[in-house]
């Protein structure tokens, strides 16, 4: 508990200006990052979040505080936890390949409202070190997950390719070169008399085989028309 | 009510599912509520404080209220729309609400310090921030191209060129169109460029292909 807010500690309008000016400079700055990630909640929707559980907080306190009602204090702040959860619960896709989108926008815009509801209360130093925190996680871990994908065993290969039999093909090059098929997709397109399919496989590289060797491997199968690298 | 109806008056402008009188109902609800057990908190120890000593019964002021911020989480839920082009829409719409809810209840608390000075940051942020969104935005390395295309054949033409604008894609999520309804193929790209561009030049660029029949950024 550091001393200098302490005087911000009761309900003024000096303490009410403060916490919600803070909640939503909070609110933005984590809402900043994900809006520079072109994801759906962007700034507006995180200050509106925090605004708001920062309110639902600082009304109970000054239920209890000012007017004097016998009320529980965490009952107002303990609803937001389950409300926002809903409103993160909109943001969450599943693609029509059985992936799911959107669970960390949900999570951070759930963040956002707890640390509203920390900056509403008055408790400054909890608030203000999770925002540190989750900007933190955010900016490093976003550099290293993007190296990760750079540096990563596994590719993904997109390839066009007629008939059945080069996939039987592709398949057995695969296994027979060690390489882990982790994921495949296949689309199917028939214009009049050509027939061309396309795959999207996701593969685990082992040391031997490097990308572009690969490719090239792949290209030299007959009936493959096109390989790239996605 | 006045103040809801003032922010809704900002939503409803911008022709957005919850405009006016929504705001205004969501928050004089609030209010209402807020209202109400605080008046039953009066009785108990007025009219009904006999009843209350016998039965031993103290109610709890902030019970109705609490309730507001979590029904209102599913009112809101219900504003957020997936497009196809797997768009997330009405958040900011869902937030807004919430947040009007939880302006009500201090509205209702009569907690006017507190509620003053959020109709002004809400104000603010709904009014003026879209600026800086759009600053943001264009400045952010990450794209989303929504495509829809002649023929599934193009595919990897397509996936060609967005790597010849120096960007590297992510995640694909084609679609096969059903002829039978004049559906195209259609494909969600999240690319992420090597350089800061602007967005319009790459859409254009990618756009150059005579395949693609309609581009987007989402």
């Known amino acids: 508990m550091l001393s200098i807010f302490d005087p911000l500690r009761d309900i003024t309008v000096l303490s009410v200006a403060v916490r919600m000016l803070l909640s939503a400079v909070c609110g933005g700055i984590i809402g900043m990052e994900r809006e520079y990630k072109r994801r759906p909640a962007g700034f507006r929707t995180h200050i509106l979040i925090c605004l708001g559980a920062a309110m639902t907080t600082l009304t109970s306190q000054y239920l209890y505080l000012v007017l004097h009602y016998y009320t529980d204090m965490a009952r107002l702040g303990a609803q937001v936890v389950a409300g926002v959860g809903f409103i993160g619960a909109g943001t969450i896709i599943v693609t029509r390949r059985q992936r799911v989108k959107g669970l960390t926008t949900a999570a951070g815009l759930w963040a956002a409202a707890i640390i509203g509801l920390t900056l509403g209360a008055g408790f400054y130093e909890g608030g203000i070190l999770a925002t540190i925190l989750i900007l933190l996680a955010e900016l490093l871990f976003s550099k290293l997950e993007y190296h990760m994908l750079e540096h990563a065993q596994e590719i993904n290969l997109y390839m066009e390719y007629n008939g059945k039999q080069t996939l039987d093909c592709v398949l057995r090059f695969y296994r027979e070169h060690e390489l882990k098929l982790l994921d495949v997709e296949i689309t199917r397109s028939s214009d009049g008399e050509k027939i061309t399919s396309c795959a999207i496989f996701t593969l685990r590289l082992n040391r031997k085989c490097t990308a572009n060797w690969l490719l090239n491997a792949l290209h030299a199968i007959p009936g493959v028309v096109l390989v790239q690298e996605l | ?218």
């Open chain 2, 1 to 218: 009510m006045l103040f809801g109806g003032m922010l809704g008056i900002e939503r409803g402008r911008k022709g957005r599912a919850a405009g006016f009188r929504t705001y205004m109902f969501v928050c004089m609800g609030a209010a209402l509520t807020m209202l109400l057990s605080q008046y039953e908190y009066l009785m108990l120890n007025g009219a009904w404080n006999d009843i209350a000593g016998e039965i031993g019964i103290r109610t709890d002021v902030s019970r109705f209220g609490a309730q507001v911020i979590n029904g209102i989480g599913f009112l809101g839920a219900g504003t957020i729309i997936v497009t196809g082009k797997q768009e997330v829409k009405g958040l900011t719409t869902a937030a807004g609400l919430w947040a009007s809810a939880c302006m009500g209840l201090a509205i209702g608390a009569g907690f006017y310090e507190c509620v003053f000075l959020a109709f002004l940051l809400i104000f603010l942020c709904i009014r003026f921030l879209p600026y800086l969104e759009t600053a943001v935005v264009e400045r952010a390395r990450n794209m989303n191209i929504y495509v829809e295309f002649t023929s599934m054949d193009d595919v990897g033409r397509i996936i060609g060129q967005i790597k010849a604008q120096n960007a590297q894609i992510y995640e694909v999520d084609i679609t096969r169109g059903k002829e039978s309804r004049a559906q195209q193929p259609s494909a969600v790209f999240s690319i992420r460029l090597n350089h800061r561009r602007a967005h319009e030049q790459v859409l254009t660029a990618i756009a150059e292909l005579e395949t693609i029949t309609m581009i987007d950024e989402v």
